[in-house]
């Protein structure tokens, strides 16, 4: 069984740069075909998908946060990370580390499209 578990701040200062790191147990990054995606829920809003690193370390982001959004991979650890730069409130959301077995290019995403999901963490940003 997969697991994956999301850990970071849950209070970031606007106009830092929020890292979150997720742990996978049960299965390795690197394992042909599978996409490892963060997306995010901004509070009364739907699913946004920010990016993904893909088994190869291919990564891939959605346009409108790619200018801000880097991920990277410890595969010595089997762990990624997610690094978002210059954020404001309205970054403020839970944060989710997924699996995929597809690479899905949009921006709004529903549960059901990825296998494995972490918890979740609430990230804040706020002075």
């Known amino acids: 069984q997969v697991q994956l578990q999301e850990s970071g701040p849950g209070l970031v200062n606007p106009s830092q740069t929020l890292s979150l790191t997720c742990t996978v147990s049960g299965g390795s990054i690197t394992t042909n075909y599978y996409y490892w995606s963060w997306i995010r829920q901004p509070p009364g809003k739907g699913l946004q998908w920010m990016g993904a690193i893909a088994y190869n370390g291919n990564t891939y982001y959605v346009p409108s946060l790619k200018s801000r959004t880097s991920i990277s991979r410890d595969t010595s650890k089997n762990q990624f990370t997610l690094h978002l730069s210059s954020v404001t409130p309205e970054d403020t959301a839970v944060y989710y580390c997924?699996?995929?077995?597809?690479?899905?290019?949009?921006?709004?995403?529903?549960?059901?499209?990825?296998?494995?999901w972490g918890q979740g963490t609430q990230v804040t940003v706020s002075s």
């Open positions: 997924v699996r995929s077995s597809t690479l899905l290019l949009r921006q709004w995403v529903s549960r059901s499209e990825f296998e494995y």
